[in-house]
C-alpha cells in the first residue's frame, strides 16, 4: 500500500509516516517510481509506534523497543535489557512530575500572596 492508503488506515498524517520512516522506525519499499511501499505489517507497526509515544517514550527509545513488540497492544518480550529501558524512562517522567508539582505549588504561593494583595475595590494592573 502507498503512503496514503497507510494514512487513511492508521489516522496517522503522511508526513508524520515520513518522520517514523527518517527516525528508522517504519522500512517501507520503494515502488518502481520512487513511491514508499508499506506491507500490511506496516498498520499494525504504526499503531504500536502511536502507543508507545502515548506511553511518553521518544522515537529513540521506541526504536529500540519495537524489535521486541508483536501486537498491536503492543506487547513486548520479557528481556533484563528492555525492561531496564523502560523502569529508566518512567523514573525520568516520575522526576519531571515531581519538578511540575513543585512548580505548581510554589505559583500557587505567590498567587495566593498577590492575591490577599489586592484592594476590595481591584485596582488595575501596573501598566
Known amino acids: 500500500m502507498l503512503i ?3 494514512s487513511r488506515r ?3 498524517r503522511p508526513h508524520l509516516l515520513r518522520y517514523y520512516e527518517a ?8 515502488t518502481g517510481g520512487g513511491y514508499r511501499a508499506y506491507g500490511e505489517d506496516a498498520v499494525t507497526r504504526v499503531v ?5 509515544l502515548d506511553a511518553g517514550l521518544s522515537t529513540q527509545d521506541i526504536a529500540f523497543i519495537l524489535p521486541c513488540a508483536t501486537g498491536a497492544a503492543p506487547d513486548l518480550a520479557p ?3 528492555l525492561v531496564d529501558a523502560l523502569h529508566a524512562r518512567l523514573d525520568d517522567i516520575e522526576g ?3 519538578t511540575l508539582t513543585r512548580s505548581r505549588t510554589a505559583l500557587r504561593a505567590y498567587i495566593e500572596a498577590a492575591e490577599s ?3 476590595a475595590s481591584g485596582p488595575a494592573a501596573p501598566a
Open 4 to 6: 496514503g492508503e497507510l
Open 10 to 12: 492508521t489516522g496517522v
Open 48 to 52: 504500536q509506534i502511536r502507543r508507545l
Open 23 to 30: 527516525q528508522g522506525l517504519l522500512d517501507p519499499d520503494r
Open 117 to 119: 494583595r489586592i484592594p
Open 79 to 81: 528481556c533484563r535489557e
Open 96 to 98: 519531571r512530575i515531581a
